[in-house]
């Protein structure tokens, strides 16, 4: 029998936490490394997205389209939650050198609940020294752009995600999703963060330490 009438209330989470995610967006932004958390964290009420940017023109993402921005930098946009995923191989040198995120990423990340990285988004954060006496983790085969950029971080080279304190950094792309998934079962328990991969139809490793990528680029 299908299960389609009961998605709504089985989307509602247990816990009555509520937060408001701040995404930040650049140049050539992973359109994965955004959509896909972002599919797990919405649909359930208990997040609010906005997007924010150097302006409120839409952002070219490595996928050939444009993300939509609902705030700007120079905006006293409220949020708790700051999210910020990686930039696409195009973009990458662009985000090490983007002075305006790095900026607005250490002015607002002292005020967050929960600060969560996706692929090379660790980069910001370690650049804003937001990572600073951290454990950490990015994308594997850019592992050494970013990390020489962050000296003060414990970097780790074998994690799928790492969190520590309230700082959640998931490794490339797809590791972004379990991370998503991990940070939901924090919030709301095992169960429901299981169904949210479920109706997903998405296999969620939810062990943070599966990270086959890490041989495959040389770092152990």
Known sequence: MSLFGNIPALLKPPSDLRFTVGA???????VLDLN???H???????FEIKTIAETKEPVANCGGTHTLVTHTFDEDTEFDFLFIPGAGPRGLLDLSQNERVVAYVKKVAPRMKFIFSVCT??????????LDGHKATTNKMMFEFVAKRG??????????WVHDG???????????MDAALHILEHLNGKEYAQMRADVAEYEWHSDPSFDPFAEKAGLV
Not at 151 to 160: E, I, L, S
Not at 166 to 176: C, E, L, M, P, R
């Open 151 to 160: 000296t003060n971080v414990h970097w780790q080279p074998k994690a799928r």
């Open 36 to 38: 896909g958390p972002l």
């Open 24 to 30: 930040v967006l650049f140049y050539d932004h992973d």
């Open 40 to 46: 797990f964290f919405g649909g359930s009420g208990q």
């Open 121 to 130: 988004g660790a980069l910001p954060l370690a650049l804003a020294g937001v």
């Open 166 to 176: 309230n700082i959640i950094t998931a490794s490339g792309v797809s590791a972004g």
